[in-house]
């Protein structure tokens, strides 16, 4: 488990090093504030992923590590849905319906950071080289919830671009990114799914789950 945790967020340090060289390479072509954001949530989930790898290697406090990648990667995530709610917000005509709801799992992802300082707050601790974290149930049901909403009204406001350039232009201008993050809404479905299942069946005291699975 332990070897299996390491390469897996290894793996996930190569990925976001390589979305950071990208996207810092045309942030620095374009110098556009959204392409400015996504090298921030690109690079952010470097540093993170490093945190996380580090302390397998070096005496660390998990409780440091763990409310460091709390912080970390909400904040990508808020840098992320933010990009693609501008996204939805421009491509459905810039509908005040899409910049009001959407802004709502903004805020719910605000909430999230503050509830696991606070009401929601887990306990960490190292045991065989790695962080281990017991995560309070209602904390990863309303952290699911808070994704899966914003997935879901992302996704149908894409589809929304997508049938509306097919039924003006027969085909999908503007690139298939609508469609890329359709796919990816369905992989992270399956990921939080894998993640609730985990979490009810496991042995141990209070849903005990390794954050860099998690990760």
């Known amino acids: 488990d332990v070897t299996f945790s390491i390469v897996f967020v290894s ?17 620095h072509k374009s110098h556009k ?3 400015g954001i996504v090298f921030a949530q690109a690079f952010l989930g470097v540093v993170v992923t490093f945190v996380t790898l580090l302390t397998s290697f070096v ?14 990667v909400n904040l990508g995530d808020f840098c992320l849905q933010y990009v693609l709610l501008c996204k939805a917000y421009i491509g459905n005509q810039r509908s005040k319906i ?15 950071i503050i509830l696991n ?15 281990i974290t017991n995560y309070p149930l ?24 997508i049938y509306r350039q097919y039924k003006l232009f027969g085909t999908i201008m503007g690139g298939s990114s609508p469609i890329i993050y359709t796919i990816d809404w369905y992989l992270s479905s399956y990921l939080i799914i894998k993640q609730l299942k985990y979490v009810k069946e496991s042995p141990d005291a209070d849903n005990r789950a ?6």
């Not at 209602?138 to 671009?161: C, E, H, Q, R």
């Not at 390794?210 to 990760?215: I, R, T, V």
């Open 210 to 215: 390794s954050d860099e699975e998690n990760q």
């Open 117 to 131: 300082f606070t009401l929601s707050r887990s306990e960490s601790y190292y045991d065989n080289g790695v962080c």
């Open 98 to 112: 899409v910049l009001f709801f959407g802004a709502l799992p903004l805020l719910g992802i605000l909430i999230v």
């Open 11 to 27: 793996i996930g340090m190569s990925c976001f090093v390589w979305q950071t060289i990208e996207s810092g390479w045309i942030f």
């Open 59 to 72: 005496e660390i406090s998990c409780t440091f590590r763990l409310l460091f990648s709390v912080v970390g």
């Open 33 to 35: 504030p959204l392409h």
């Open 138 to 161: 209602y904390g990863v049901i309303i952290k699911t919830a808070v994704d899966s909403i914003s997935n879901t009204m992302l996704s149908y406001w894409f589809i929304l671009v």
